[in-house]
């Protein structure tokens, strides 16, 4: 008959289509006669109204009214087929649903809308027909009692072996199919039992009488029986084999976790396993994969498939097995795989072309040999009953064979194993020749690496960074372009991008030189034009020095000269940013509204050039405004010559366009920073650019007002021991009582001095950042040094003592005068 909802489903349309209304009171009498009611039951109105409901229908049928009544009652209406009783006599199949009528006065009365299905073909069949249909049916079908014993099945059932339908009669599942899971039918049946809900489309995963080797899976569904009056009589189930199914979702669910599982590393050994331990157990029981002595080495192979007169050396890459130690294996991982001439690892070697063999000989020995000393096993010995073999090929090029076989499994391959087992070689392959080309680049690269990029950027909290490079050519044609963040004093952060010319190992070694450098100069903590004139004359000299011109042609030396390099320091305490620029392009900055502005920066003269002093611009960045750093690659075209308005054009769209109206200031970036990141350099450069690109982005953040405390101090002895007061209570307010000794200490020691030895106003700032900085400034232009005091001398030992006690302070010089700062560790604080 079809599902619950389907029978409602033509219920409705019986209702709505051709209903007849009829209303009665709480006990069944007729307050309501329609003229389409006297049409279809012949009776006028005078004849019913008044008259109790049963008088309208055949005696079977009104005699189950009281039961209809109360189902009514409890379930808010009723639908079904009753047997309607004409003036002349003539019993009429009718369709009758019974809802709830509202009513105004509050007394209950029910709507019954009555359809004649008389000429509805199938709602009337007789039993004949209807067992005609569930026994011929294709689908298997039985029924169980309330015990759960079999009492009826069709023939459609027996084709999963079990016996007949005789033979099932008075047994429970567990008796007719011991391989299935009976346990967790029979839950299932008593929930239906219980519940009266249906179950449907429960997928069983097991082993059938009529296949008793073969794993199959079925879908069951089961729905309760009940008798007139309601009562449960038991449980009929059907049954559909949906093994094709259950196998196509297996191998997919397999390639899934290849792709997952197979090549997350450059290393073929490793590759080659990861083959093995994907393909065991879901498509064989032994796998192995050997592979050329070529591969192994990164060497260049010839493309095409290998004659069968070329010498072939195999080595065992990779095996796994579905029982421990993988006893099948006659050659271990890294040994030589010595085939025997003509065998069919070999053929499908020489030919490129797979190979299946449904039923070894038990009696042939294994192709592979193992130690010369040893006899060479049968695969009975090995267990070993039916196998496949595909050649890894890649690109054009054979790379070696994985040879696939069933050992627990009873059942051999057949053509569709063969083509997952394909498809698996297939994408496996592809990682493997990528492993290979690695390899042979991998010296190469490695000496670069020492001169790269730095892999991880320090952490801090004035920006949150972000960083992409993509190189000219991935291996071969790193170049010299770089990109630096470096913390300094007074939680303030120096981000730093730069390029050197040419490509190769000698711009990466100059770009490491240059790198070097830049951080060495930026720990003096000096101006970005006082940076970058220091780092011209480093570069002009060292060009002098090793005899290369500024103008030399590429390939002339190891030299800097040329090189482009843009300083910015960022002072997350008021937002302030200082930047200078030597032959670089200026930094873009994306406002928190996401509009983009370009700083306007004098560029300067390339490093080493020579030329007039270095220009500096400073600006107030609002909090969530972001910095984006680049070299000149990401915006030059090789079709035509490099138009600054134009290409700053296509990076203004490119940094606007995921941003413009989506956040207000504070909020963190969206998408997140590095994907925002990659995704610019993915717009605007392709993936083998002519040139190498850096992108830096920095997302800006201010320090809260609770973490900055500051206070003018006038120039007098006596204030040094309010300010230690002053810091010990700004301490206690942050929690950070451990730290007061020292940081009173720090104060003491550093107002002190600045009192006795300089001049100008006096100020005192502490700031909670990732460590607790105390800083003191004053008008002063000389920088304080350590003394090394003898053991009679009164005094000198200030600074020396802040240096014991904190973990680094230092001196940086500013328009005013200096700052003289000390910071803690707030992870460590002394005990």
Same mark, same amino acid.
Not at 54 to 72: G, I, M, Q, S
Not at 278 to 291: G, H, K, R, T, W
Not at 409 to 422: G, H, I, K, V
């Given at each position: ?222 729905? /309760?029986?009940?008798?007139? #009056?309601?009562?449960?009589? $038991? @449980?009929?189930?059907? !049954? *559909?084999?949906?093994? =094709?199914?259950? +196998? ?66 195999? /080595?065992?890459?990779?095996? #796994?097995?579905?029982?421990? $130690? @993988?006893?099948?294996? !006659? *050659?271990?991982?890294? =040994?030589?795989? +010595? ?66 076989? /069933? ?425």
């Amino acid at each position: 008959m079809g599902t619950q909802e389907e029978q409602d489903i033509a219920r409705q349309r019986f209702d709505v289509a051709d209903a007849v209304p009829l209303l009665l009171d709480a006990q069944g009498v007729v307050i309501s006669w329609t003229r389409d009611a006297q049409r279809l039951l012949q009776y006028t109105p005078a004849e019913v109204v008044g008259t109790r409901v049963t008088a309208l229908l055949a005696a079977e049928d009104a005699a189950r009214l009281p039961e209809l009544a109360e189902r009514c009652r409890d379930d808010d209406g009723w639908a079904g087929l009753l047997t309607a009783r004409r003036k002349s006599g003539q019993p009429l199949r009718v369709m009758v649903r019974v809802t709830p009528a509202a009513d105004p006065g509050g007394a209950t009365r029910w709507l019954a809308l009555i359809s004649d299905v008389a000429g509805a073909p199938g709602w009337d069949m007789s039993r004949p027909v209807l067992e005609q249909m569930v026994t011929g049916s294709p689908v298997g079908i039985a029924i169980v009692d309330t015990t759960l014993r079999c009492v009826w099945s069709n023939a459609a059932l027996e084709q999963f072996g079990g016996g007949s339908a005789r033979d099932r009669l008075g047994r429970r599942m567990a008796e007719i199919q011991p391989g299935l899971n009976a346990e967790g039918i029979e839950d299932r049946m008593r929930h239906v039992l219980r519940t009266g809900e249906p179950v449907f489309g429960y997928e069983l995963v097991g082993h059938v009488r009529a296949a008793p080797h073969r794993e199959t899976a079925h879908m069951l569904s089961f729905a /309760r029986l009940d008798d007139e #009056q309601g009562h449960p009589m $038991g @449980v009929y189930y059907t !049954v *559909v084999d949906v093994t =094709e199914r259950h +196998r196509a979702r297996q191998r997919l669910a397999l390639l899934d976790r290849a792709g997952e599982r197979i090549g997350r590393t450059l290393d073929v050994v490793r590759t080659a396993q990861e083959l093995a331990d994907v393909a065991v157990p879901e498509c064989a029981d032994f796998v192995s994969v050997d592979l050329l002595e070529s591969v192994l080495r990164g060497a260049e192979l010839t493309p095409g498939p290998l004659s069968v007169s070329d010498r072939v050396p195999l /080595r065992r890459a990779g095996h #796994q097995s579905v029982n421990p $130690g @993988v006893p099948e294996a !006659v *050659v271990q991982i890294g =040994e030589v795989a +010595r085939y025997l001439s003509g065998s069919p690892p070999i053929r499908c070697l020489s030919m490129g072309s797979s190979w299946l063999e449904e039923r070894l000989d038990p009696l042939a020995t294994a192709w592979a040999a193992g130690p010369a000393d040893e006899q060479a096993s049968t695969f009975l010995e090995l267990g070993l009953h039916s196998v496949m073999i595909v050649p890894i090929r890649a690109r054009g090029v054979t790379l070696g064979v994985t040879t696939f076989f /069933r050992r627990r499994r009873q059942e051999p391959f057949d053509a569709d194993d063969l083509s997952l087992a394909e498809d698996l070689v297939s994408r496996a392959a592809v990682c493997v020749d990528n492993a290979r080309r690695y390899t042979r680049e991998r010296d190469a690269a490695l000496v670069l690496q020492r001169s790269l990029l730095p892999r991880r950027l320090p952490e801090q909290n004035a920006v949150e960074v972000a960083a992409c490079y993509r190189p000219a050519d991935e291996l071969t044609g790193l170049g010299g372009d770089w990109y630096d963040l470096i913390p300094l004093s007074g939680a303030r952060v120096a981000l730093v991008v730069g390029e050197v010319p040419g490509h190769g190992i000698d711009a990466a070694a100059a770009m490491g030189r240059l790198r070097t450098a830049v951080r060495t100069l930026a720990a003096l903590d000096l101006p970005p034009e006082e940076v970058l004139a220091h780092l011209d004359d480093l570069v002009a000299r060292t060009a002098r020095e090793e005899g290369v011109a500024p103008d030399a042609p590429e390939g002339a030396g190891i030299e800097v000269a040329g090189s482009g390099c843009v300083y910015v320091v960022y002072d997350p305490v008021d937002g302030q940013c200082t930047m200078a620029a030597a032959g670089h392009p200026a930094p873009a900055v994306v406002l928190p509204d996401g509009t983009v502005t370009f700083v306007d920066l004098p560029q300067g003269s390339p490093l080493g050039a020579g030329g007039p002093p270095f220009e500096a611009v400073e600006l107030a960045l609002a909090e969530g405004s972001t910095l984006a750093l680049h070299t000149d690659g990401l915006l030059a075209r090789e079709d035509r010559d490099w138009a600054v308005d134009a290409d700053r054009e296509r990076l203004r769209q490119v940094l606007e366009s995921p941003t413009r109206g989506r956040r207000r200031a504070g909020e963190p970036p969206s998408p997140a920073l590095d994907l925002r990141c990659r995704a610019v350099v993915d717009a605007l450069v392709p993936a083998r650019p002519h040139d190498d690109v850096a992108l830096l982005m920095a997302h800006t953040r201010l320090l809260g007002v609770d973490q900055v405390a500051d206070w003018d101090l006038p120039a007098d002895p006596a204030i040094v021991a309010d300010a230690r007061k002053e810091a010990a209570r700004q301490l206690a307010e942050w929690d950070l009582d451990d730290l007061a000794f020292t940081t009173e200490l720090v104060v003491s020691e550093l107002v002190t001095n600045a009192i006795r030895y300089a001049s100008g106003p006096i100020r005192l700032r502490l700031i909670r950042d990732a460590s607790l900085i105390c800083e003191v400034s004053d008008g002063g232009a000389t920088a304080p040094h350590l003394r090394h005091p003898r053991a009679t001398d009164e005094g000198g030992r200030g600074l020396l003592l802040v240096a014991q006690f904190t973990q680094r302070w230092g001196t940086r010089f500013v328009p005013e005068g200096k700052v003289i700062w000390a910071e803690q560790s707030l992870e460590d604080p002394p005990d």
